[in-house]
């Protein structure tokens, strides 16, 4: 399923007991394409979702109006046909399922936020250090230069992150919207795919 990221909040449940929760819109999502292994070398379920305004739409994109194309592999048992459309009345309360997002950007940043670092020592002397990476190799370690892979300062965030073991709170079919426990990558707004 894809959907848009929104607000975050508080859910109880019926004992009391609070979890943090992210609301998400989600779907519906449009079939527009069934991929087969004869015709295309591999199977997947082509979906479009969220509406493009028609005068942003080229010729050959007209049949398909939509904002975001994505390919799925579909389940052995799942009967999928084009046209066909797919709403969040897919999801139960408890389900299991991993979101993925891209996360916010954060620029260029310093190891101890990039990376966590400790920083050194304010003290004896040491002005400017507080939030400096320390040695960086050269000498005898790797024949005097920086190892592939070290952990630097440079752009932060920005990346696809997935988040595992999300549980379903609330699915409401009305208004098309998930309650997710926990949060989610990226900013208000942010396209998210939701896999079971």
């Known amino acids: 399923m894809l959907g848009t990221k929104g607000r975050m909040t508080q859910v109880f449940d019926d004992k009391g007991i609070v979890s943090a929760a992210t609301v998400v819109t989600a779907g519906p ?38 904002r975001v194309l994505r390919e799925f592999s579909p389940n052995a048992d799942a009967k999928l046909e084009a046209g066909q459309t797919i709403d969040v ?3 139960t309360p408890g389900d299991v399922v991993a979101v993925s997002a891209i996360s916010k950007g954060k620029g260029f940043q310093g190891v101890v936020k990039r990376h966590g670092f400790s920083g050194g020592p304010r003290s004896h002397g040491q002005k400017n250090r507080e ?26 965030g920005g990346d696809r992150i997935t988040v595992k073991n999300l549980k379903v709170l609330q699915v409401d079919v009305a208004t098309n919207t998930l309650v997710i426990s926990g949060a989610i990558p990226g900013k208000p707004g942010t396209l998210i795919e939701i896999r079971g």
């Open 131 to 156: 939030r400096s990476p320390g040695s960086i190799g050269g000498g005898g370690r790797a024949g005097g230069r920086v190892v592939k892979g070290m952990r630097m300062a440079g752009r932060m």
């Open 29 to 66: 999502l449009t079939v527009t394409q069934i991929k087969g292994q004869e015709t295309d070398g591999y199977t997947a379920v082509q979906t479009g979702f969220g509406a493009k305004k028609e005068n942003r739409v080229n010729k050959a994109q007209s049949a398909k109006p939509f």
């Open 89 to 91: 009345s897919i999801f």
